[in-house]
């Protein structure tokens, strides 16, 4: 157990339907990240944010947005959802930005 | 970061030593290599990291070259729970701030009973 909790683990929907996905860091760690992961491509990282703020972006599509709240949880929103959003999604966190990441064991999209 | 290249996948009998090589010949000097692995489906698990000594922990050593150009993740005993991905990347520090880490294909070790 990693100590990242992530809900929920299964998530079905229908395109163009919007979802939140949740992220609990392991406690004190102040670093949060979002992947995804889909058979095609990978493990892609979307986000990260440092003590609420957002600190890097990367292949993070204009139809998803996330935050990280007061109390260090995450949330990822993900819009006008289409078949291709299809993927798990994985939460990592760590102490600080350079430090290294524990992964949550994902949400699992399925967009149908 | 720097890009590495791994085998895509690699066979090893349970209870041999698995060594897994990675290249990342364009590392730069504040680059560290990390080791991490992904089991099925389930989120990536940190497995080792190091920037110019060889590391030893309790799950695996990390051998890096002198010139820094590429790296061997030695499973010393392997058991078929080791069978998962594993993913060689460089991962820049820069006083605190570094983006998330950029995963690559990695290589699928397969134990063999």
């Not at chain 1, 972006?57 to 291709?84: C, M, T, V, W, Y």
């Not at chain 2, 991490?36 to 080792?48: A, C, E, F, T």
């Amino acid at each position: 157990d990693s100590g990242v909790t992530q809900t929920p683990k299964h998530l079905i929907t229908a395109t163009g339907q919007r979802v939140t996905l949740r992220c609990s860091p392991r406690s004190g760690d102040l670093s949060v990240y979002w992947y995804q992961q889909s058979l095609d491509q990978g493990l892609q990282f979307l986000i990260q944010y440092y003590n609420g703020e957002e600190r890097a972006k990367g292949n993070i599509l204009e139809r998803f947005s996330a935050q990280q709240f007061p109390d260090l949880h995450s949330e990822l929103n993900l819009s006008s959802l289409e078949l291709g959003d299809s993927a798990l999604y994985f939460c990592a966190s760590s102490a600080r930005p350079d430090e290294k990441l524990f992964f949550g064991s994902g949400t699992q999209l399925s967009v149908l | 970061d720097a890009k590495t290249t791994q085998p895509p996948s690699m066979d090893c009998a349970e209870g041999r030593a698995a060594n897994l090589p990675c290249n990342h010949s364009t590392i730069s000097g504040n680059e560290y290599v990390y080791w991490y692995r992904q089991i099925h489906s389930q989120g990536p698990q940190y497995i080792i990291h190091g920037l110019k000594n060889n590391e030893t922990n309790e799950m695996a050593s990390l051998i890096i070259t002198e010139d820094r150009k590429s790296s061997t993740l030695i499973l010393p005993h392997a058991t078929l729970r080791d069978t998962a991905v594993y993913y060689c990347i460089v991962r820049a520090y820069s006083g605190g701030g570094a983006d998330g880490l950029t995963f690559g294909k990695g290589t699928h070790l397969i134990i063999q009973p």
